[in-house]
């Protein structure tokens, strides 16, 4: 598949923006899960879960998004394809599980803040949900450093899909 | 350029492919690790007991969750 090269590089572009915010948007909302987990004043951990609702709904759940579909988009268009090279696949892999995990844990996240508007919570109230948060902020960013890496350095190997798509061409090219 | 095309075919055999030289050993590295830390996770999450999730009504931010024996 070819792809225009302006409409690469907006592909691209779209690309990294989407994947660049999805980690800035994950490493304030870690903050805030920190800032709600330790805080003793009880207005500031109120607005603190109002906001990592606001974010995770309205900023990281469509940045993930947008990171997956412009990442499938694009990489057909460029000679590494999407299942070609094993650290392509790893980044899709890893983005799948980044934002099906995300997904599961909205409705934790809905919940304490749900639980934080209703009534003001000490630093006992749902410890275990709150920690969770922190957990799962703290995990996610490392998940997602992951491909980060692997887009900079691009470790080598073909996969098997690959391996053939390559030695399909080649006799072509011998001739 | 008869000849040379004779000669060609004659010459002209398609190699075997080679073979896959099977899966590199970053990933191979990558995959025990993830591995391990999935179920590292899973064992932290069961024997610190984790907490009860009992789905009520779907909503759209997902289902209430009841944490009320985490709530003191």
Known sequence: ?175 | MEARIARADKNDHVPDPPRYPGVPRWVKTFGIVAGLLILLLIILLHAGGGPRHDNQSSDAGGGQMLFEADRR
């Open chain 1, 1 to 175: 598949m070819t792809m225009a090269p302006g409409l690469r590089k907006f592909a691209l572009i779209a690309h990294i923006m989407s994947s660049a915010g999805l980690l800035g948007a994950i490493a304030s909302f870690l903050a805030l899960a920190v800032a709600g987990l330790n805080s003793p004043d009880a207005p500031l951990v109120r607005g603190v879960y109002l906001a990592m609702e606001l974010t995770a709904r309205f900023v990281i759940v469509p940045l993930a998004f947008a990171s997956l579909l412009t990442g499938v988009v694009q990489s057909p268009g460029t000679r590494w394809g999407l299942f070609r090279h094993w650290w392509v696949l790893m980044k899709l892999l890893l983005t799948i599980f980044a934002t099906v995990v995300l997904l599961l844990k909205m409705a934790l996240v809905s919940y304490v803040a749900g639980e934080a508007a209703k009534t003001p919570l000490s630093r006992s109230d749902l410890r275990q949900a709150r920690v969770e948060l922190v957990v799962h902020a703290g995990g996610g960013l490392l998940v997602l450093i992951v491909p980060m890496v692997l887009s900079v350095f691009k470790p080598r190997g073909l996969t098997r899909y690959g391996w053939r798509k390559q030695h399909e061409r080649s006799p072509v090219l011998q001739l």
